[in-house]
Nanobody, 115 residues
């Protein structure tokens, strides 16, 4: 099993930045894919970004050029650097890990972009 704990959410003004972190309970060398999803009120959960074990990345079109996902293997942590935030980025952000063909989710962290 994998436990995931997110941190770094909060309230930020449009155009601002936030950095989300997701700490995994086991070495992320053993985790095939880690990523971030988000769910806004009344909407389905959607992919934000994925990073593979080898470092390959995939982003939703809506965040390309603004968000960056990265892995810190020494700390078993994945980060999501979010720049140029927009009100439409407001959502609960969930960390995701795929380990031995099973998906695991964190508890979520709220990101609110508002003036």
């Amino acid at each position: 099993q994998v436990q995931l704990v997110e941190s770094g959410g909060g309230l930020v003004q449009p155009g601002g930045s936030l950095r989300l972190s997701c700490a995994a309970s086991r070495t992320i060398f053993s985790i095939n894919v880690m990523g971030w999803y988000r769910q806004a009120p009344g909407k389905q959960r959607e992919l934000v970004a994925h990073i593979g074990r080898g470092g390959s990345t995939n982003y939703a079109d809506s965040v390309k050029g603004r968000f960056t996902i990265s892995r810190d293997n020494a700390k078993n942590t994945v980060h999501l650097q979010m720049n140029s935030l927009k009100p439409e980025d407001t959502a609960v952000y969930y960390c995701y890990a795929e380990y031995l063909s099973t998906g695991y989710w964190g508890q979520g962290t709220q990101v609110t972009v508002s003036s």
